[in-house]
């Protein structure tokens, strides 16, 4: 095999990658780097390495152990941290570098000092109890528990971290698998949004909010664009012929490029207002779309969010002084919790609207820009008179009431004991029922049955008969068309 690389790159992409370099020669394959101790970075390297390997085997004096091993100090997860932020997290301008310091804040205060390699299954079982453990948590006074979903990022977070320490070959393997079997599994989740915006709520958001900030609000309701899109869109990125709007792949979520149709009229005249600057002047192309008079991208997204939230259902909202006025009083947000209002929900609710006008879900998937058509089902979330008026087409007005088992020996049916069997063989006779023959080439004839003789029937003696054939097989005695 010669040279090579244990990963999914190919071509060019696979010799700039970080994973390590292999060699094969004479059925021995083994790490360039470990029996060189060293690291390897170009290619070129590799292959001085791997000849140096091959002249060893030529020449009998290869030992598997590589050169004189040097002496070694286990990586512990802290350092493993520093090393997963700076070459992976922000190398790679993931979103994650955003907020990967709060991210590893529980998993350093566990496995911090601990040497990667001893990090076991049983520990990470035992990290797990700890976290469902109701505990207080942003200064509030009653202890919490986390739920599944948060344990559940914790995790994968850690799992990832040491996959990719085993994809550098400094572990051999991680506490998460053993061979092709999966020891540590995900917590079931529940966590699927159901909030819907009435269109008398919309209404009452966009009057509440500030001139800018309604601007995002009904690009949001009307384009389904995510915040970060959003806050990242450029009069440039704009077809104004066409209206089309244009996300840009290093701007989006998916890191592809996706284009967005600019329909409702409103929408339309918000992007034309915010063209222009406070002189009245059209604003250069790459001035942000969603930015105040000057240009300048608009601050404070999450506060202006709560507090139009609040006065959209008529809570006015009041500061707290013990925080020197920089939060919300306690009221405040209890009730913004009450409300349960988030921005992303209006993204759920611009997929939501779209299935209801029988648009595709295919092609709400590509106006939201999902990779794939399971995540647009978690967007649609149907108003339950909708499931109601659904649910009731099955009413046809008719009913079924048994008639009450008369006791032996007891008193002859009443009147209303024949209404009830009067309205069972009504509701009988609503079915059809045809025989099925049986699969054998030798057909018997079955004496039909009435609907209403059904009750009496001796199921056996009438499948069977007195011709019948143990080796026929009845498929169904009765079925309904």
Same mark, same amino acid.
């Given at each position: ?12 992409? +696979? ?33 001085a390495v791997l000849d140096e390997v091959r002249t060893a085997i030529r020449s009998r004096t290869f030992d598997p152990r590589g050169r004189a091993p040097r002496e070694v100090t286990p990586? #512990? ?35 911090? @000092? ?8 049983? @520990? ?8 469902? /453990? ?21 995790? *994968? ?32 989740? @529940? ?8 269109? &008398? ?25 995510r915040r970060g899109e959003m806050l990242a869109l450029r009069f440039a990125d704009i077809d104004w012929n066409h209206w089309l709007m244009t996300l840009r792949g290093e701007t989006t979520?998916?890191?592809? #490029? ?10 339309? %005249? ?45 809570? #006015? ?20 919790? /009450? ?5 992303? &929900? ?6 939501? +609207?779209?299935?209801? /006008? ?16 399971? #995540? ?8 339950? *008179? ?19 088992? %008369? ?18 063989? /009504? ?39 007195? &011709? ?14």
């Amino acid at each position: 095999m010669g040279l090579y690389k244990i990963c999914e790159h190919k071509g060019r992409l +696979r010799d700039r990658c970080e994973h390590a370099w292999w060699g094969s020669f004479r059925g021995i394959r083994l790490s360039l780097a470990k029996w060189a101790n060293r690291e390897i970075h170009t290619k070129a390297e590799a292959h001085a390495v791997l000849d140096e390997v091959r002249t060893a085997i030529r020449s009998r004096t290869f030992d598997p152990r590589g050169r004189a091993p040097r002496e070694v100090t286990p990586m #512990t997860f802290r350092e493993l941290s520093e090393i997963y932020r700076e070459r992976h997290a922000v190398a790679k301008g993931l979103s994650l570098a955003k907020t990967i310091d709060w991210r590893l804040k529980p998993l350093l205060e566990r496995f911090g @000092d601990w040497a990667i390699a001893d990090i076991k299954t049983a @520990d990470v079982e035992d990290f797990i109890g700890d976290l469902r /453990k109701p505990r207080t948590m942003y200064g509030q006074a009653e202890p919490r528990s986390l739920t599944p979903a948060s344990v559940n990022r914790t995790i *994968e977070l850690l799992r990832h971290m040491l996959n990719w320490a085993v994809g550098r070959e400094y572990i051999d393997r991680t506490p998460f698998r053993r061979g092709t079997e999966t020891l540590i599994k995900r917590l079931r989740e @529940d966590n699927r949004r159901r909030r819907r915006i009435s269109e &008398d709520e919309e209404v009452r958001l966009v009057a509440a909010a500030p001139p800018h900030f309604r601007c995002m609000m009904i690009a949001a309701f009307d384009a389904g664009v995510r915040r970060g899109e959003m806050l990242a869109l450029r009069f440039a990125d704009i077809d104004w012929n066409h209206w089309l709007m244009t996300l840009r792949g290093e701007t989006t979520k998916s890191k592809r #490029t996706r284009i967005v149709p600019i329909t409702t009229q409103r929408l339309r %005249a918000v992007l034309e207002w915010l063209r222009l600057d406070i002189e009245g002047n059209r604003k250069s192309n790459e001035t942000l779309v969603f930015s105040n008079e000057i240009g300048e991208p608009l601050p404070h997204f999450h506060d202006t969010w709560v507090r139009t939230v609040l006065r959209a259902h008529g809570i #006015t909202p009041k500061w707290s002084a013990r925080h020197n006025y920089k939060g919300l009083s306690p009221e405040c947000k209890a009730a913004y919790r /009450k409300i349960d209002l988030r921005w992303h &929900d209006i993204r759920h609710e611009y997929a939501s +609207r779209l299935v209801e /006008k029988n648009v595709p879900l295919a092609q709400v998937r590509d106006l939201l820009g999902h990779a794939s058509i399971t #995540t647009t089902e978690r967007y649609d979330n149907q108003r339950l *008179e909708n499931l109601q008026i659904a649910a009731s087409k099955l009413e046809r007005g008719m009913t079924f009431e048994p008639p009450a088992p %008369a006791p032996p020996g007891g008193p002859t049916p009443s009147s209303g004991d024949r209404q009830s069997k009067a309205a069972r063989t /009504k509701f009988q006779d609503s079915f059809k029922y045809e025989v099925v023959p049986p699969r054998s080439s030798a057909v018997r004839e079955t004496p039909a049955v009435e609907p209403n003789e059904l009750e009496n029937l001796n199921l056996a003696e009438w499948l069977g008969g007195r &011709d019948s054939n143990p080796d026929n097989v009845v498929q169904s005695h009765v079925s309904y068309r």
